[in-house]
């Protein structure tokens, strides 16, 4: 996997997020209640925490390991998260989740990020195994399908059809979309629809 995403609007973030499974993995599980741009930097910030660099033990320049991650202390691995500026806006519960993601990945598919998604002939399945890994949700798990559908070359056979509206083309929904400021501004602005018209659906109720 070697591909330019820009989801992280950071250079050395995004690079880590495109060749870098595990992160892209780890960037989709803290996208929540905190800024896109936040939680897809969160991967490079904890790699260069770690100390990972080309001679580290961690496999490249600034890559990160769900072996090396998994076996961390949780008290040492929460305290490197909540560094200021913290990694999200929760780092004690994400760094949780994310040793619990790395577990998984360890005992399921010896720490192989890529083998969630490598072979995988549709796109059902490949929603299933998406479902499976810890801290991912239906909604979480089908725009991470469409990301990799639509940017990263992954595309089993009915993928889009797995991604549900995600996997429209141009639909401009999620992060699976984003390619650049552009399509970021859109996104953004399809997101604030949806709460303005979840904020009056929720006002017409409590108005009966």
């Known amino acids: 996997m070697d591909v330019t995403l820009h989801l992280a609007q950071d250079p050395e973030a995004d690079a880590l997020l495109g060749r870098s499974p595990l992160a892209a993995l780890v960037g989709m599980l803290l996208d929540q209640q905190v800024p896109m741009e936040w939680a897809f930097k969160g991967p490079r910030t904890i790699a260069d925490r770690l100390g990972a660099d080309a001679a580290g033990a961690t496999g490249g320049a600034g890559d990160l390991d ?50 969630v998604w490598r072979g995988v002939p549709g796109g059902a399945e490949l929603l299933k195994r998406l479902e499976d890994l810890p801290g991912f949700g239906k909604q979480k798990a089908q725009i991470f399908l469409a990301l990799l559908g639509k940017q990263l070359g992954v595309t089993p056979q009915g ?29 953004r602005a399809h997101k604030q629809e949806m709460k303005a018209a979840a904020k009056a659906k929720a006002s017409g109720k409590s108005g009966r």
Request: hydrophobic share 40%; net charge negative; proline share 6%.
């Open 66 to 115: 769900a072996h090396d991650i998994a076996a961390l202390d949780p008290e040492a691995f929460a305290a490197l998260l909540s560094e200021k500026p913290a990694v999200h806006r929760y780092p004690g519960s994400m760094a949780k989740r994310i040793q619990q993601l790395c577990q998984y990945l360890v005992e399921h598919y010896d720490g192989d990020a890529e083998a």
């Open 159 to 187: 993928w889009r059809e797995a991604a549900g509206a995600y996997g429209e083309p141009e639909s401009f929904r999620s992060v699976a979309d984003i390619t650049g400021p552009e399509s970021l501004a859109k996104v």
